[in-house]
């Protein structure tokens, strides 16, 4: 799903470890010797046209959190919070306190019928951050996709510093099929009860 944005952009590479075999098809993976690590993504956040950093708890994490203020140039650098990470994004905004020369903004994840949404922060060439939190895109996201669409609306104003143009997502004929027959569905149910609530009051 991510790779379906990110590939406007430019290659979608990850890095795995040799003794691991990748877990999905998204992204390309670089895979290095675990010893060699630190130099491969020092050098590959140097030179990409954008660095995504998955918020997390983990020592790797930290580490690349560490390393992207003197590697990434703000514009160039967005962290994306999962919906289901809390508790990790409020920890990594006590964090960077010492990391970043910006403090990041509070984000509450909120309870939806859809089920929760995460965001991305993105930066301004001064550090100053935004939160883009994602929103349903009801006639652009299908069920194998649901991710893409809200992800390349939020991404929308780091498209625009880094000088790419940006379109909506594409309308999906299938989810527009399902929206009318949910529609329809639900009409239906609602004429059922109303009909069935005047024939049990005329009686």
């Excluded at 965001?119 to 994602?134: A, K, M, N, S, V």
């Excluded at 669409?149 to 929308?156: N, Q, V």
Aim: hydrophobic share 45%.
């Amino acid at each position: 799903e991510m790779k379906s944005v990110l590939s406007e952009i430019g290659p979608f590479i990850a890095f795995g470890d040799l003794d691991e075999e990748p877990l999905d098809p998204g992204a390309a993976r670089k895979l290095v010797p675990h010893k060699q690590w630190h130099d491969d993504v020092r050098r590959e956040m140097s030179k990409a046209r954008l660095v995504i950093m998955r918020v997390a708890d983990s020592e790797s994490f930290w580490w690349e959190v560490q390393e992207a203020p003197t590697k990434v140039k703000p514009e160039r650098l967005v962290f994306l919070i999962p919906a289901e990470r809390q508790g990790e994004y409020e920890l990594l905004c006590d964090k960077v306190k010492g990391l970043l020369p910006c403090q990041l903004p509070e984000f509450e994840i909120k309870w939806s019928p859809l089920g929760s949404r995460g965001g991305i922060i993105y930066f301004e060439p001064d550090w100053t951050p935004h939160l883009r939190r994602f929103k349903t895109a009801w006639l652009r996201q299908t069920f194998w996709n649901v991710f893409g669409a809200p992800l390349k609306t939020a991404l929308k104003p780091v498209y625009g510093q880094l000088g790419i143009e940006w379109t909506k997502p594409p309308v999906q004929p299938a989810q527009v099929l399902y929206v009318l027959v949910l529609v329809l569905l639900s009409g239906s149910a609602v004429y059922m009860v109303y009909r069935s609530f005047n024939e049990a009051w005329v009686l």
